[in-house]
C-alpha cells in the first residue's frame, strides 16, 4: 500500500546536538511539507518542497533544515540552533507540485523530546 | 489566504449529528474552503472541499451559505471514533503555498 512513512516515533536528543528526522513516501506525490505542532496548538509550517532540488522556508524554517535530492525523500534536520525544539513534526506530501489544497497525506508523526 | 474562525470546542452524542461551523467572512471568490481533521497523536486526514455548493462525500457534508462566508461540516452520524480536532482552512486552489492549519475545533463525541 501506498503512503508516507516517518522514523523515529520517539527521538530523544541532547540538547547542542543536530538530529535527523526521516519522511519517505511512494505517493509518487511531487509536493512535501514539514509541520511542526505544540500541545494545544495546531500545525506551523516550516519547510515545503513542491519539486525535487527545491524547497521553501515556512513561517518557522529557523533552526531547522532540508534537503530534497529525491523525490521519495525530504529529511528534516534539527540543529542545534533550535531553540525549543522539543515538540511534535509532522511530514506531509500533496498530489502534484501545483499544491491543490486537498488530498494532503501525513505521515504519523515523530515526537522529538530534548533531554 | 482569508482568515478562519472557528470554536474551539464542541460536544456531540454518539448517534446524533455533528455540526461543525466555520467563519470565513473574508472570502474571496476564487477561494475553496477545506476541512481536514486529526486525531489525537495522528496526522492531519482530508475530510471534504467545496467552492460554493454543498457537497458530500462518504465521510461527511459541507454547507457553504449563499454569499459564502461561513460553512458547517456535518458528521450525520458521529461515533466514538469521530472524536478529533477538525481544521477549516480557506485557500485558493492551486498556490505557491503550503495548507496552513489553525488551532481547530476539537469535537469530543460521547457515548
Known amino acids: 500500500d501506498g503512503g508516507i512513512t516517518q522514523s523515529p516515533k520517539y527521538l530523544f536528543r541532547k540538547e547542542g546536538q543536530n538530529v535527523t528526522l526521516s519522511c519517505e513516501q511512494n505517493?509518487?506525490?511531487?509536493?512535501m511539507y514539514w509541520y511542526r505542532q505544540d500541545p494545544g496548538q495546531g500545525l506551523r509550517l516550516i519547510y515545503y518542497s513542491q519539486i525535487v532540488n527545491d524547497f521553501q522556508k515556512g513561517d518557522i524554517a529557523e533552526g531547522y533544515s532540508v534537503s530534497r535530492e529525491k523525490k521519495e525523500s525530504f529529511p528534516l534536520t534539527v540543529t542545534s540552533a533550535q531553540k525549543n525544539p522539543t515538540a511534535f513534526y509532522l511530514c506531509?506530501?500533496?498530489?502534484?507540485?501545483?499544491?491543490?489544497?486537498?488530498?494532503?497525506?501525513f505521515g504519523s508523526g515523530t515526537r522529538l523530546t530534548v533531554v | 489566504d482569508a482568515k478562519t474562525t472557528q470554536p474551539p470546542s464542541m460536544d456531540c452524542a454518539e448517534g446524533r449529528a455533528a455540526n461543525l461551523p466555520c467563519n470565513h467572512s473574508t472570502i474571496s471568490g476564487n477561494e475553496y474552503v477545506y476541512w481536514y481533521r486529526q486525531i489525537h497523536s495522528q496526522g492531519p486526514q482530508y475530510i471534504i472541499h467545496?467552492?460554493?455548493n454543498n457537497e458530500t462525500n462518504e465521510m461527511a457534508s459541507l454547507i457553504i451559505t449563499e454569499d459564502r462566508k461561513s460553512s458547517t461540516l456535518i458528521l450525520p452520524h458521529a461515533t466514538l471514533r469521530d472524536t478529533a480536532v477538525y481544521y477549516c482552512i480557506v485557500r485558493v486552489h492551486q498556490a505557491g503555498t503550503a495548507l496552513i492549519f489553525g488551532k481547530g475545533t476539537t469535537l469530543s463525541v460521547s457515548s
Open positions: 467545496g467552492l460554493k
Open positions: 505517493l509518487n506525490h511531487d509536493a
Open positions: 506531509a506530501s500533496s498530489i502534484s507540485g501545483r499544491n491543490r489544497g486537498y488530498g494532503y497525506t
